[in-house]
């Protein structure tokens, strides 16, 4: 099994070595890196050793052993920080290797040392101006530390050189969305979503961006919501996905008060346009029928989270999903029938972007 490297530093201070001369002498340090380079030669080992600050680094490789950076790497991948940091430090402190720089300053990060982290990821994108993942990590360490100026500008040169990252542009559209820059924020939720469709996290950031843009995007909104409810149904997201669908229903009730259209009414009148255009007359009624028979209960409309099945269709609907559905199939049987939903604005809606 191939050995690791041994990645050390140490002060000169502590440096016990036979045959030197005195700490004082002017020959001490040539001493120790020569001393310490033979003995790591007997043994077998390539090993590059440096006198710095006081401190003597080195870096030094069996015959059959890992390179320092992958084994470093290795550890970084198996998230075993606290043994990778002490190596990553002197590392960075012997080479100016982007990758390693990056690493210390992610570690640092990660570690909760955030203040401590801005220097090696500042000295890799000026060793690596393109180095993408730098530019973030270095632009989410301002967001921890607070300095949002900053950060943004930062992220945003991190979303100029890695356009289609996921992880880049929901950042980035999550700082500006929390800036109230909802307008800049919206096309980089959609480049993240361009990158990762069905990511939950991403979803909802949009959805609360776009209800900042305003009541016109609720439609959306509640698509979204819904979306993220069907993907990770028992997830916390979802939980916070249904009470937002809680929120709007409610709300969109008080416009209807006011004089407004139900939008959500509206779309899942469309839908049941489709769903009904295929179907016979007796199977629209048995459909409608059955509707009927769970509204003698009480249907909540206004409680998305609260689901219904029916024997003559597939999936589950909320209660105002099958109001709506009602509304429709009892127009088609007989278009004079007066529904008594208190939908006829929105199913006069429904029908003119059905083309009926």
């Keep these: 099994m191939p050995q690791a490297p041994e990645i050390f530093k140490r002060s000169l201070d502590d440096i016990k070595l036979d045959g030197l001369p005195p700490r004082d002498d002017p020959g001490f340090e040539d001493a120790v890196l020569l001393t310490l380079t033979s003995q790591y030669a007997a ?9 710095q600050d ?34 990553l ?19 640092l990060s990660e570690m909760g040392r955030v203040e401590e982290s801005v220097a090696p990821l500042k000295a890799c994108t000026e060793a690596e101006p393109d180095y993408a993942h730098a530019h973030a990590a270095l632009g989410f360490s301002y967001v921890k530390l607070g300095e949002l100026d900053k950060a943004e500008s930062t992220l945003c040169d991190a979303a100029a050189k890695l356009p289609d990252d996921l992880w880049i542009n929901r950042n980035l559209a999550g700082l500006l969305a929390k800036r109230g820059k909802h307008e800049d924020a919206k096309p980089y939720f959609e480049r993240a979503l361009a990158a990762n469709p069905k990511d939950v996290g991403t979803l909802y950031g949009l959805a609360l961006n776009l209800e900042e843009l305003g009541p016109q995007n609720h439609e959306q909104v509640i698509g ?39 939008m959500d009414a509206v779309m899942y009148m ?48 909320s209660g105002l999903q099958l109001l709506s559905m009602m ?10 029938l007066d529904t008594q939903s208190g939908l006829d604005a929105e199913y006069d809606a429904a029908k003119t972007m059905a083309g009926k």
Aim: proline share 5%; with cysteine.
């Design 224 to 262: 979204i919501y819904q979306r993220i409810i069907e993907l990770e149904p028992n997830s916390p997201i979802a939980t916070e996905a249904k009470k937002a669908l809680s929120r709007l229903a409610q709300g969109s009730m008080k416009e209807k008060a006011d004089g407004g259209l139900r």
């Design 43 to 51: 043994k077998g080992y390539t090993a590059a050793i440096v006198v």
């Design 54 to 87: 006081g401190h003597v680094l080195g870096v030094a490789v069996p015959q059959e052993g890992v390179e320092p950076k992958q084994y470093i790497l290795g550890l970084l991948e198996h998230r075993f920080l606290e043994d990778a940091l002490p190596a």
């Design 327 to 336: 509304h429709v199939g009892l127009k088609q049987i007989d278009p004079s």
């Design 270 to 317: 469309t839908g049941a346009f489709e769903t009904f255009a295929n179907m016979e007359q007796q199977e629209l009624a048995k459909v409608v029928f059955e509707i009927a028979k769970l509204g003698e209960s009480g249907l909540s409309i206004n409680d998305p989270d609260k689901r219904y099945t029916l024997k003559s269709l597939d999936g589950d609907f």
């Design 89 to 107: 430090e002197i590392m960075a402190e012997m080479t100016d290797d982007p990758e390693i720089l990056y690493n210390y300053g992610v570690c």
